[in-house]
C-alpha cells in the first residue's frame, strides 16, 4: 500500500472515530422528559430538564430518562374497618410526578420502584385515616344535599344507610382526601416525588356485607312487589263489584219495565176480551173454547166431540137454518 492510500485510510479511520465518538457523546432531551447523566454507575451533575441537543463524555457515560409528566398511580381495593367497625373496600388512585430526578434516581432508580414505595406510602395513610372515621364521613361530601328520593333508595337496601344520609356530618369526604394527601405529601421530597393529587375511587361493602345488602334489597323489591299486586288485586275486586251491582241494577230495572208492559199488556188484552164479551157473551165463549182447544190439543191429535158438547152445540145452532 502506498503512501496516498494509507493517508486516505487514516483519514477514513480519524473520521469514523470521530463520527462514533461524537454519536456517544451527543444526545437530546425531550419536553416531556428529564435527565441525569451517570458515569460507572453512579450519577455525575445536576438533573438535565432543559430540552434540545446536550454532551456527555463517550463510552463511561449515560443518560437516564425520567418522565416529567403526570403519572398514574391506582392501589389495590383494600379491606378496611371504619371507626364504626364496618368493612367496607375502598380503591386509591393518585397522581404524582417526579421534581428532583436526581433524588429520584439514587432513591427508587425508577418508575417501577417508585410505584412500589407509593403502595407502602399510600396504602398506609389511607388505612389509617379510613379506621380512624365514621362511614357517614367517607361517603359524603358535607355539601351534599339528600333528597327524598335518596332517603327512600337507601331504606330500600338497609335501615342504617338511612342514618348515614341523614345523619350530620364534620367534614365530609373531600377534607378526609385533603388530610390523606397531606399526611402522605410529607415523605414525597425524600424519593424526589410530588404527588398532586389523590382520590378514593370506589368504595364498596366487603363481600359479606354486599350479599346481605343485595338479600335486603330483594327482599324489599319483593315487598314492593306484593303490596303493587296487592293493590291490583283489591282494585280489580272493587271494579268486579262495580261492575256485579251496576249489571244487577240494570238487570232489576229491566225486569221491571218488562213487568210493566206485560202488566199493560194483560190489562189491555183484559179490556178487549171484557168488550168482547158484552158484545157478544155467546162469541166470546166460543172464542175462549177455540184458544183451550188450541192449546190442549197437537197437530196429530184425533179428537171425538159428542153432539152435546159445546163446540159442536155452538156450531149446529149458529148455522142458519134451513127455512132461511
Known sequence: MNRQGLTIFAVIAVLAVGALVLSSSAYTIDEAEQGIIVQLGAPVGGPITEPGLHFKMPFIQEVR?????LLSWDGDPNQIPTRGEQFISVDTTARWRIIDPLTFLKSVQNERGATLRLNDILDSVVRDHISAADL??????????????DLARAAA???????????????????????????????????GIELVDIRIKRIDYVEAVQQRVFDRMI???????????????????????????????????????????????????????????????????????????????????????????????YLRDSSPSSDD
Not at 263489584?241 to 190489562?267: C, F, K, P, Y
Open 136 to 149: 357517614v364521613e367517607i361517603v359524603r361530601s358535607k355539601d351534599w344535599e339528600v333528597s327524598a328520593e
Open 157 to 191: 337496601v338497609s335501615e342504617g344507610d338511612t342514618e348515614i344520609l341523614t345523619k350530620r356530618i364534620a367534614s365530609g369526604r373531600q377534607e378526609l382526601v385533603k388530610s390523606i394527601l397531606k399526611k402522605a405529601s410529607v415523605q414525597m421530597p425524600d424519593y
Open 65 to 69: 430518562r425520567f418522565d416529567k409528566r
Open 219 to 313: 327482599a324489599e323489591r319483593q315487598r314492593i312487589a306484593e303490596q303493587f299486586r296487592s293493590e291490583g288485586q283489591g282494585r280489580a275486586a272493587e271494579i268486579d263489584g262495580n261492575t256485579e251491582r251496576e249489571l244487577a241494577q240494570i238487570t232489576s230495572e229491566a225486569r221491571r219495565q218488562a213487568e210493566l208492559v206485560r202488566g199493560e199488556a194483560d190489562a189491555e188484552a183484559t179490556r178487549i176480551y171484557n168488550e168482547a164479551f158484552g158484545a157478544d157473551p155467546e162469541f166470546f165463549s166460543f172464542f175462549r173454547s177455540l184458544e183451550s182447544y188450541s192449546r190442549s190439543i197437537g197437530d196429530k191429535t184425533t179428537l171425538f166431540l159428542g153432539p152435546e158438547s159445546d163446540y159442536v152445540r
